[in-house]
């Protein structure tokens, strides 16, 4: 059974920083594409970030390029994302996913 398991999202003051982890068991992580996509209140499912098997081509939305880091560890099926310089508009559940599965999500709050 496939498990995608996100965690440390959390309240944070804008300008503040977060990482979030995505445990992933139940497949071949390392040969696996992965990404990171949120939903904000009221909005559809947005794509923050992806990055291929081998952890080095990450991609970017416009919105968090140059403020969020896409990052993985195949020895651990852990992917992550550093999230710096944070904004009110980035407050929304953030998920990861492969392209067939997506986890339970992790709420991010960005406020003061």
């Known amino acids: 059974e496939v498990q995608l398991v996100e965690s440390g999202g959390g309240l944070v003051q804008p300008g503040g920083s977060l990482r979030l982890s995505c445990a992933a068991s139940?497949?071949?992580?390392?040969?696996?594409?992965m990404k990171w996509v949120r939903q904000a209140p009221g909005k559809d499912l947005e794509w923050v970030s992806s990055?291929?098997?081998?952890?080095?081509?990450?991609l970017y939305a416009n919105s968090v390029k140059g403020r969020f880091t896409i990052s993985r560890d195949n020895t651990k099926s852990t992917l992550y994302l550093q999230m710096n310089s944070l904004k009110s508009e980035d407050t929304a559940v953030y998920y990861c996913?492969?392209?067939?599965?997506r986890g339970q999500g992790t709420q991010v709050t960005v406020s003061s």
């Open positions: 139940g497949f071949p992580f390392s040969v696996y594409d």
């Open positions: 990055i291929n098997s081998a952890g080095t081509v990450p």
């Open positions: 996913a492969n392209r067939n599965s």
